[in-house]
């Protein structure tokens, strides 16, 4: 009787604290990126955008990424917005996404959310929901799923981000339509940690040279499926 009351003690606390460990994280109010986006809206009422594109979407290392440049044989559309995380890009995703029919997506978001305290399993939940509004409309788009990067301001954080990058890559690696593009293991110098020359002062942010290393992996993956 006494093992039976300690099983069922152990069960409710083991309960307890599975409970606690994957209630979400408030997601951060969207409307902060309002002016940001009534930007993308008013630059496409006076300017066309090209058929079946190649859409880069995320946070401020898509908004910073030179796409057009880095890619100028593609039909590329940059809608990044800095801070975001992939719950605002969820909210914003028919004024950022689905208006423009893209036929390949690359998309870099996660960072943040690991900084805003959401754990692995939240930062899956809202992958999986933005994989499922894109393909519930657009089937055959295939979504490059650029993996949060390990960076010297906040390197604090790497054992979650990678958490999170092996539960996305597992989740991308069940479908054809999803890719996961290895963009992290190349940015480590040979003592273990991010190479410093790859990213801007603030530690966080690609320069110019962490650019040109995504584009000589991301290329020729969009190069093939395109």
Known sequence: ??????F?????????????AFTPVENPDPHRFDDAIQSFIKYDQKNAFPEDPILFAGSSSIRMWMS????????????GFGGAHISDVN?????????????IIVFYCGDN????????????????????????KFPKTKIVY??????????????TMETTNKMIKDYSDESKSLYYVDIATPMFGKDG??????FMDDGLHLNEKGYELWNSIV????????
């Open 1 to 6: 009787m006494k093992k039976l009351k300690l």
């Open 8 to 20: 069922t003690l152990l069960l409710v606390i083991f309960l307890a604290f599975q409970s606690f």
């Open 68 to 79: 057009h440049d880095a890619f100028p044989d593609l039909p590329i559309i940059n809608r």
């Open 91 to 103: 909210f914003f995703i028919y004024d950022v996404v689905m208006k423009y029919s893209p036929k």
């Open 113 to 136: 959310d690991i900084a805003g305290k959401k754990s692995p399993e939240q930062v899956l939940s809202d992958y999986k929901t933005f994989v499922e509004t894109v393909h519930k």
């Open 146 to 159: 650029v993996p949060i990067k390990p960076s010297i301001a906040r390197w604090d954080m790497w054992p």
């Open 193 to 198: 940690k991010p190479m410093q020359d790859l």
């Open 219 to 226: 290329g020729p993956l969009l190069k093939k499926n395109y």
